[in-house]
Structure formats: C-alpha cells, structure tokens
C-alpha cells in the first residue's frame, strides 16, 4: 500500500534531521574544544539546535462543511485503527478545530477549551501554555474503540440563549433568515472552541501534526486560525466535494483564508476533490467517468488559479474501506495513492529545504568564518615555517634585524589594539541605540494608544482607521531604526578594512544586520488583516468580539516581529566583531610564539633546527583541526568553500 511510502518518507525525513542535529552539536563541541567558542554563538547553536529538535511537519486541512475532510485524515493516517478513528459519520462533522500530534511528555489526552473562552481576551497560544484552562479525557491507546468514544466529543453542541450566540460570534441573522430561522429563543453552538489531542502514532511520534479546521464560520470567527495557524503549516490541503466542484462558500474560503494564510506563494497549496464515488456511473463507462473527472479538475484550476498538478481526485470513503479489508483494487480506484506521493515527495522535501535554509542563516556565518580562520591559522603557521626554513641564522645580522621588525610589529599591534577597543566602545553606544529602537516600551505604548482609540469606536471603519493608525506608526518606529542600522553598519566595515589593510588578516565579510526582513513581515501581517477583515464572513458578523479578536492577533504578530528584531540586533552586535577578535587573538599569539623563537636562536644556533621541529609539530594538529572541521560540515551538508 502506498501509504508504508509516506511513512517511509517521513520516517527518513525524521533520521536526516536527527544527523542535521547531530551534525550541529559535533560543531558545537568543535568550537568549545578549540576555543572558538564564545556566549553568542553558542546561544546561536542552541537556538537552533532547539529549533530543530521541537520541529513538526504541519499539514492543515481546510474545507466546508460535508467536504469528507475528516473521512480523508482517516483514510491517510489512521485506517490501521480498523475503525473510523475520528467522527467523520453524516451530521456529527467536527465542529472545533482541532490538532492531533505527539506530546511524548504529557501522554495521550484530548484536551477541550469551552466555547466560552471567547469571552476572555486571551489567545489561543496563552490558552495552549496553560492546560489548566482546558477540560481533559484521557486515552487509551490500547483500545480503538475507547479512543473512537472520546474522540466523539469533538462534535458535541449546546443550546444557549441568542444573545449568548450573538456574544460568542456564533450567530448570524442574515445567515439564520436564509435558513428560514426568524427569532429562535435559543441557538445550537458548539461545546468546544479548539481541541488538541495527544496519542502516539508512529507518524505522530516521528513529528507529524495534522491540523483539522472546521468551516467557514470557524475561521470567520477565529483570526488565530487564518494569521497564525494556517501560515504556521508546510501544507493546506483544501477539500471539496467532486459532485459539485467548487461552490461560493468554498471559494470565499479559499479567497479570504487559504490563499491569504499563503501570501503570495502558492508552495504546500493541494486540492482534494473528495467523493469521486458519487461519479462513479455504470451507465456512462470508465470513459464518461475519466471525461467528468478531468472536466471537474480543468474547472477548478481555473476557478481557484492553481496548477491541475496539485488538484488530487479522490474517495477518502472508499480509500479508508480498501485499507481496512486490504483490498488493493478498490484502493487503486479510490486514487488516494497521488495525493500521498505529492505528500510524501514535495512536502517533505520543501519542509528538508525550509530547513536547510534556516540552519544555513542562523549558523551559516558562523560556518564560514571558522573554515577561513583555520585557513588563516594554517596558511600563517606555513609562512612561518617556509621563512625559517629558508633564514640564514649564521648571520646575527639579519637574526637582530627579524627580532627588531618583530618588536616593531608587536609595538604596532599594541597601539593598534588601543584603536580597536575605542572602536568597539563607539559601536557599543551605536548598537545600544540600535537596540532601544525596538524597546518594548515604545511598542507597547502605540499599542495601548490605539486599542483605547479603538474601543472607543467599533464600527468597522473606526477599526480600520485604528489598525492603520497602528501599522503606520508601527513602521515609523522601524522605519528610524534603519539610519542607525546603516550608520553602524558603515563602522563595523571600517574595523574590518581596518585589520585587513594594516595586518593582512583574512578577509571575513562582516555579517551585517539587515531590518528588511522584518519590515516585510510587518507589511504582510497589515495585509492579512485587512483580507481577513474585508472578507463576506467577518463583515456580516460585524461583532466586536471578532473585531477585538483580529486586532489582537495582529497585535501580538507585530508585537513578536519587533522584539525578534530587537533580539536580532541584541546577538548580532554581541557577536559581530567576534571573528575579528579571534584573528587578533591568533596574530597576537602568532608575534609572541616569533619573538621566543628568534631569541632562542639568538642566543643558541643549535636551537634553529629546534624551533623548525617545533613549528612542523604545530602545523600537524592544526591539519587534523581543519579536516576534522570539513568531515562535520560534510555531516551537516553545509558546503563552505574553503581556500
């Protein structure tokens, strides 16, 4: 079954970001042991370090009611159970978005935030950091049947008064009246407002999490879901239903939420046509069948703009009936195979190239900069040997004359130090400046002015004004950072020059803190936002629970963007002059290691063959310093160009 390949696939996926990780602790302790270490890089490596061992493989599913959703998370993931695993019958559709993965420490639970936590101005992420907050059942793994029970849970509904519903952002008139429902007394809401469930798959365990999103009145209502969530997954797999393509519902949420949630990108973007089975027409033939297919795939690329590649027909019913009684053919005709080798090849790989990516920015530097100072190291321990090898060291001339330029190059060196830390004592303070741009307490402060403007007026236009207010005095704060990034910028260079010109060092591009990144996340989240906020959903539910709700999810991006930036500038200038620092160290070391030398042979000709011996010894370990260096990289895959 092709399945065993996406497990195959993860499973290897998993092993490599296991060496990745090896690979980067084996650098870590290379750096310690050779005294290349300092506080900032090793925070840098263990960030990422953590980063790495804390990663998932997010894939979110997004459809209408009545899409099959549910039915295709248990024909891909969980047919093994021998039973519908999650409640995907007709009527009880899941009505809480839910997350199903691994939490090795906690165990096998489902855990259920009430409805009525909306009602609090809290976000979703504090909730998930406070399992107190949240009603719990626990599982047995050992019985399908017991978990099938409690899963049960997640399609539970209440009665509550309209008001209530109005208060929740869980009622709708104009919706209801279409419905043909006028001035009920009480209004059916779901128990829950997000579930998250714990039990240890083997693709749970290996990292995968499936995100599982209801309709589209769960996300109109839950801006967390489209700005964090969604974006937060390497894929979206959006469903609809093959008998009726795509209807206005289905493209309002693949327009305002999916499509948002990816910016630009259409990256880790699929299409389930589900329920291909209700096609299926003995009268018409296999060639009447194939001819409705591919007409319902041509339509839908052209409705939703998007490549027929990743458009997958599929019965997730007759997929999950196939897998339980091992019936190879009807797993074939349920054509599920296509969708689990797109999520076995492209996701997998673009999530191992994602990574890549972050470990070559976050250390990639730090890389580079060992591999040219052993190349230094190596290339001025030579020098040394080949000038010995080559001295007349009869003639005391010539042997006063090396000590005297030596001493003249140490002289030189001291001053040049005094220079160096008055340098470095003028970048503090434009670091320090730098830095206090991004102080919480200026963001925290536009933050406060504009909620209270905001509260004062709810409307839909007062909101917008308010969120554009926000953004714009958002961007002037970053917006003054820049001159001082350039400003500090332009002296770290001239440090650099500096050394190179008058020394000779090896030349070690300066890593230079950039904000450009930072703002462009700033201007995507004003975007999300006024797409969230201009959406059919959000304007006919006008309710200031969601109003307070968006705006405070984008607050708290925001918020999360300038202080990462802050934390950017924090361990950039803490670390930016390192490399120069080691160099200065080595060259220090290197003058010194000259002048006993010479004054041994100075004082002894026999020592001459001595001190060769000694400068051959020393050049050995630092071979095997730099190969041992290249075997790490090589484990890591990180392809530095060495000299």
Not at 607 to 634: C, H, M, R, T, W
Request: charged share 30%; proline share 3%.
């Amino acid at each position: 079954m092709r399945n065993l390949e996406f497990k195959e696939q993860l499973h290897e996926y998993t092993q490599w970001r296991e060496q990745l990780i090896q690979g980067i602790e084996l650098y870590r302790d290379w750096r310690n042991r050779y005294r290349f270490s300092d506080p900032q890089s090793t925070d840098t490596l263990l960030n990422i370090l953590q980063g790495l061992q804390n990663d998932r493989v997010t894939l979110a599913f997004v459809a209408e009611f009545s899409r099959g959703k549910t039915e295709l998370i248990n024909s891909l993931f969980f047919a093994e159970t021998g039973v519908r695993l999650l409640p995907s019958s007709p009527g009880r559709t899941t009505m809480s978005p839910t997350e199903l993965f691994w939490d090795e420490k906690g165990g096998s639970y489902i855990r259920l935030l009430n409805i009525e936590s909306r009602l609090e101005d809290i976000s979703l992420m504090d909730y998930k950091r406070n399992p107190d907050r949240w009603t719990q059942i626990e599982l047995n793994c050992e019985s399908p049947t017991q978990m099938q029970e409690a899963f049960r849970e997640l399609v539970a509904t209440k009665k509550v008064s309209r008001e209530m519903a109005d208060k929740l952002g869980l009622w709708n008139e104009r919706e209801a009246a279409e419905q043909g429902i006028i001035n009920p007394e009480t209004v059916e809401v779901p128990c829950w407002r997000h579930a998250m469930i714990s039990f240890p798959h083997p693709l749970l365990k290996e990292g995968l999490c499936i995100l599982d999103t209801p309709g589209l009145n769960a996300l109109g209502t839950e801006p967390e879901l489209t700005l964090s969530m969604l974006p937060s997954a390497q894929a979206i797999i959006f469903v609809l239903a093959a008998d009726t393509g795509v209807t206005k519902s289905d493209l309002e949420m693949w327009k305002s939420h999916v499509c948002s949630s990816r910016g630009n990108r259409r990256q880790g973007l699929a299409v389930v046509m589900n329920k291909i089975d209700s096609m299926w027409d003995d009268l018409a033939g296999e060639t009447g069948y194939e001819a409705s297919i591919q007409k319902q795939i041509d339509t839908c690329a052209m409705i939703l703009n998007l490549e027929k590649e990743v458009i997958f027909p599929v019965s997730a019913k007759q997929a999950l009936l196939a897998k339980v009684k091992g019936d190879d053919a009807l797993l074939q005709k349920s054509r599920l195979n296509l969708l689990e080798s797109y999520l076995s090849d492209d996701i997998l790989d673009q999530r191992r190239d994602i990574l890549k990516g972050v470990v070559d920015k976050e250390i990639g530097f730090l890389v580079s900069e060992s591999v040219k100072l052993m190349d230094s190291k190596i290339a001025n321990a030579q020098k040394q040997l080949d000038e010995f090898k080559q001295v007349d060291f009869e003639n005391q001339e010539l042997t006063g004359k090396l000590m005297a330029e030596t001493r003249d190059r140490q002289n030189a060196y001291m001053a040049n130090i005094e220079n160096f830390q008055a340098s470095r004592k003028v970048f503090a303070v434009q670091a320090k400046m730098l830095i206090d741009s991004f102080a919480k307490e200026k963001i925290d402060d536009i933050i406060r002015r504009t909620k209270e403007d905001m509260s004062k007026s709810l409307t839909t236009y007062g909101m917008k004004q308010n969120m554009r207010r926000l953004f714009d005095e958002l961007r002037d704060l970053l917006q003054d950072s820049v001159d001082m990034t350039e400003e500090t910028r332009r002296l770290i260079k001239a440090i650099h020059k500096k050394f190179q010109d008058e020394y000779g060092f090896k030349e070690i591009e300066p890593q230079l803190f950039s904000i450009k990144q930072h703002q462009f996340e700033l201007e995507q989240i004003f975007e999300e936002g006024e797409a969230f906020r201009n959406s059919a959903k959000t304007t006919m539910t006008e309710q200031s629970i969601v109003v307070n709700k968006l705006y405070g999810t984008l607050i708290a991006k925001a918020r999360n963007i300038l202080q990462q930036a802050q934390r950017d500038a924090v361990t950039w200038s803490n670390s930016v002059l390192s490399p120069l620092m080691h160099q200065i160290k080595d060259h220090k070391k290197q003058i010194e290691s000259r002048l006993i030398m010479l004054r041994k042979i100075n004082e002894s000709k026999g020592n001459v063959n001595e001190s060769i011996a000694q400068l051959e010894s020393e050049l050995g370990p630092l071979q095997v310093q730099y190969q041992e260096l290249l075997e790490i990289l090589k484990a890591v895959h990180l392809e530095i160009k060495a000299d």
